[in-house]
């Protein structure tokens, strides 16, 4: 792959704003979409691990765990689309590459993901089948692994063309994966599933620690769960983390700021480990949220230093101003952001009481200002599709 | 241009369609249902039917674990799908459309985090709070529906954009509101379907079965009339000349999609008139059947409007093949067709290797039957079976069949057809340097015998 050609591959539109906000975003959503994804990942295995014990406090919190486990799948597949949106713009060379090479694991990803996703509702509703468990944990971390690959291509450039052609001779199949680099797949999967696993069990501890009907004791176990997943995160991490920079990090020449973050977010966890407490869980989550989006710069670091190579640079994308396209997204942004603040509000004031109960007449008079919001959404799209046609006459 | 990947077992556009009509059918399902169920939970709370809130928690349920969830993620498997099979229509869209996208993962957000509220919340939250709750997915889910409506119409129906290149102009096309009033319209009557299905879930003797089967009839009646009205009546005529010259075109649109079509929306109009006349009659196993046969309708449906704009993926703009061809486009982009037929596709592309080569360099040195199978991926693989590699069941428009059939079995009389190419209304020309030409026709040669052994032994037929 030559430097012209690289540069030759992006899309000739180019973007409809400066890179800047785009790469912004793309490491902003990708935090929100890696935490739920590891936090699945955590929960389901934890939830199996819990199956397995007879112990009341373990059935409990294997329940519990596998429902987070539920739910995350959900919100880290919807939390996905937004960077997998944002990396085809100002990379797409590289991403589209990744995703033709390999083009029978790029499509199978959905439908690996939809199996397993269905698979741990069944578990979920079911409560016991933890055979159908164990399927479906294979194949999430099988849709993790295609990610990892499609991800981790990208920061070989010059490999690509032998990739894709060995010895000149094309392989249209798509059939073998290439990239992967088993610390990096490691560290970032099951080192931080152990961390957002003790994030969220914290946080769970936090939010029932007022409900009457909830033992202490078993917030309390869940409280030193916590902790462990916490310690055990931290290490993983570390050490996946550190063989990830001696290997990968060495390739693309940046052993020392790899080294540099594990370190940092290892220590600082597992120092935290020890001090956790579930009153504390959300400044454990903030804490843990700042490490993810390091953790998410340094992963574009290393697509830019690796693709810079070949002079290649995201914030260099030729772009346009598409105001329509801005304007259209912000006026999105503005009437959805309150309706998901409303429904977070009810669903956390439901579950204060045993029986249920409803959320405060602000919060209510919030839901009315939401619904609103949405409908004003709506007028403001035909408003804006009728001046757009009678432009056009 | 990236690398080709031409599918394995099945074609590549195969299964792009396969998952996208899956995703037409759950997304379409799980927007209406939304209203459906809004509309049910009202009347509950405003005619005092209580029981009709075991027909809403399975509903939810159901829409909870598969519309919502397979649903969304189809959806996200068309992109995964298509950006393997044919990656520049893809981003030609990202580049367009990405903050319209962007927007709809708001919606995508509130569907997905709000069906889960909404499910947990029965009976734990106030009947108006959790009512307000239905309302706000069902708004948020016609939001996706409205703007994914602007990008699917784009790729027929470009417009205004092809001279501006503004997205608000490729996105408020001139197919938009057709398809947007239709799609709107056809999916009550799926949502009805669904709605057979759950209620036919329900106990016989079940007040809400009774309730709700003769309900989803009416809608679903009213929904397909009004859909399928307003396709006939103003979306097909508001197509350009060129996908109104398709249509008439059985060798672009065979006569088996026009049946389809037709079975699926018969089908649905038997079912929901009986949910409607006779509920009683009706249980889930006849709305899983008209689900299915819905679903081949909306096959058909589906690929005949993607067919309307061969030969390019993007109308006007950029052909199946993903080579640009438009002589004027938007934003300073040139057509690279001209500068491919005169600098050649191998010299130019890094991807286009063939043995002898090294990336992009110089052509000499070529195996040049390597070299032809390169330039027929990369030209003839977004359409049609190119190899051994996706012929199971006979491929997608198999060229070496195709060939045959033409009696095109030799290098100098493929040749000959690949120069006359650009004649049909559904292929645009070949693209390279008359050489290039030469390797895609010993290439296809070679194709050709593969597939039918018995012309080697004919040593050619004719």
Redesign the interface.
């Known amino acids: ?2 430097p ?3 540069l ?2 992006r ?7 400066h890179p800047l906000p ?1 790469q912004i ?1 793309l490491v902003v959503t990708y935090v929100l979409h890696i935490l739920f994804v590891t936090t699945a990942i955590g929960g389901l295995t934890l939830g199996l691990y819990g199956l397995r014990r007879s112990e009341e406090n373990w059935r409990r919190l294997a329940q519990v765990s596998i429902r987070l486990a539920v ?1 995350s799948t ?2 880290g ?6 960077p ?3 990396v ?2 100002i990379y ?1 060379p590289a ?3 990744a ?6 694991w ?2 199978l ?3 690996v ?2 199996i397993g ?2 698979l741990l ?1 069944v578990l979920y509703l079911r409560g016991n089948l933890a055979g159908v468990g164990y399927v479906s944990l294979a194949l999430l971390l099988l849709a993790g692994w295609i990610m990892h690959n499609l991800a981790s291509y990208g920061l070989y450039p010059s490999r ?2 032998e990739w ?2 060995p ?4 392989d ?4 073998a994966f290439h990239g992967s680099n088993l610390p990096r797949f490691g560290a970032l999967l099951f080192g931080q599933a152990a961390l957002s696993l003790g994030v969220m069990l914290l946080l769970f501890a936090w939010y029932f620690r007022r409900r009457e009907d909830v033992p202490r004791d078993f917030l309390a176990f869940v409280e030193g769960q916590a902790k462990g997943a916490l310690r055990l995160g931290a290490l993983l991490f570390g050490l996946l983390g550190a063989l990830w920079a001696l290997t990968q990090g060495a390739e693309v020449g940046l052993t020392l700021p790899i080294l540099l973050v594990v370190a940092a977010v290892a220590l600082v966890f597992y120092g935290h480990s020890a001090r956790a407490r579930m009153e504390g869980a959300l400044g454990t989550l903030g804490l843990y949220l700042l490490a993810l989006l390091v953790v998410g710069v340094l992963r574009e670091g290393m697509r830019a230093s690796a693709l810079g190579r070949l002079g290649y640079s995201a914030m260099g994308y030729p772009y ?1 101003w ?1 105001w ?3 304007l ?2 912000v ?3 503005i ?3 309150p ?2 603040v ?3 509000q ?2 956390y ?2 579950g204060q009481k045993p ?5 405060s007449a602000g919060v ?1 008079r919030f ?2 200002l ?2 609103r919001l ?2 004003g ?2 007028l403001f ?1 035909f408003a ?2 009728l001046f ?2 009678v432009r ?1 006459l | ?8 077992l099945i074609h ?1 556009a195969m ?1 792009v369609g396969i ?1 996208a009509v899956a995703h037409v059918l759950f997304s379409h399902v799980t927007v209406a249902a939304t209203w459906f169920n809004w509309w049910v939970e009202r009347k509950a709370l405003v005619e005092n039917k209580p029981y009709l809130q075991d027909y809403l928690k399975a509903s939810a349920l159901r829409l909870l ?1 598969l519309a ?3 649903g ?3 959806g ?2 068309i ?3 298509v ?3 044919n ?2 229509s ?3 869209l ?17 569907d ?3 069906i ?2 909404y499910y ?2 029965f ?4 009947p108006k ?1 959790h009512a ?2 239905g ?2 997915l069902a ?2 889910a ?2 996706t529906l ?1 703007i994914i409506v602007g990008i699917l119409g784009f790729k027929l129906t470009p ?2 954009w092809l001279e501006t ?5 490729g ?2 096309n001139p197919s ?2 057709p398809m947007l009033l239709a799609r709107f319209a056809l999916m009550f009557a799926l949502t009805a379907l669904y709605a057979l299905v759950v209620a036919g879930s329900l106990p016989k003797d079940h007040p809400a079965r009774q309730e709700v089967m003769p309900l989803a009839g009416k809608v679903g009646l009213v929904g397909l009339a009004l859909g399928v009205a307003l396709v006939v009546f103003w979306y097909v005529p508001s197509l350009h000349e060129h996908a109104k010259t398709m249509l008439r075109l059985p060798q672009a649109i065979q006569p088996v999609f026009y049946i389809k079509m037709a079975v699926g929306v018969i089908a649905t109009g038997l079912v929901l008139l009986l949910a409607l006349l006779a509920p009683r009659r009706v249980g889930a196993p006849l709305g899983y059947l008209a689900l299915a046969l819905a679903f081949l309708g909306l096959f058909g449906a589906e690929r005949t409007r993607e067919v309307l704009r061969k030969p390019d993926v993007i109308y006007g703009y950029m052909a199946s093949n993903q080579i ?1 061809y438009a002589e004027k486009a ?5 057509a690279e067709a001209p500068r491919l037929n005169e600098e050649g596709i191998l010299g130019r592309m ?2 286009a ?8 360099g110089p052509t000499a040195g070529l ?1 040049p039957v ?1 070299a032809g ?2 330039l027929v ?1 990369l030209q003839c ?1 977004s359409c049609h079976t190119v ?1 051994k ?1 996706t012929a199971f069941l006979g491929g997608l428009r198999p060229l070496p069949a195709l060939l045959k059939r033409r009696g095109m079995t030799t290098a100098p009389a493929i040749r000959a057809y690949l120069e006359a190419i650009g004649g049909f209304p559904y292929m645009h020309p070949t693209v390279g340097t008359p050489e290039e030409r030469e390797y895609m026709a010993l290439y296809l040669e070679r194709m050709v015998k593969e597939f039918f052994p018995e012309l080697k032994a004919e040593g050619g037929a004719q």
């Open positions: 792959m030559t012209e050609a690289l030759s591959m899309d000739p539109l180019g973007a409809p704003i785009l975003l739910q959900g919100l597949i919807t939390m996905g689309i937004a997998l949106l944002f085809q713009v797409d991403w589209y590459s995703t033709t090479t390999m083009g029978l790029t499509t990803f959905i439908p993901v939809a996703y269905f509702y690509w063309v894709y052609a010895g000149g001779v094309a249209t199949r798509g059939l346009v598409d329509g396209s801005i259209f997204f006026a999105t942004g009437a959805a952001v309706v998901i409303y429904l977070a009810v669903l004031a439901s029986q249920g109960a409803d959320p209510e839901g009315d939401g619904v949405l409908v959404w709506f799209y804006l599709g757009v046609v056009n | 241009m990236y690398p080709v990947w031409e599918g394995f590549s299964v998952i674990m919502y969830t397979l969304a993620m189809f996200v498997g992109w995964f799908s950006t393997a099979s990656p520049r893809i981003s030609t990202i580049h367009n459309f990405v903050f319209y996208w962007a927007a709809e993962w708001f919606w995508f957000i509130i997905v985090f709000g889960a509220v947990y919340t009976g734990r939250v106030s709070t307000r709750i309302l706000i708004l948020a016609s939001g409205a417009g205004a290149g503004l997205s608000l102009d996105f408020y938009f509101w640009i938007p934003r300073g982009v040139k890094p991807f290797v063939a043995p002898g080569a090294k990336g992009a195996d390597e199978r390169a991926a693989s190899s590699n």
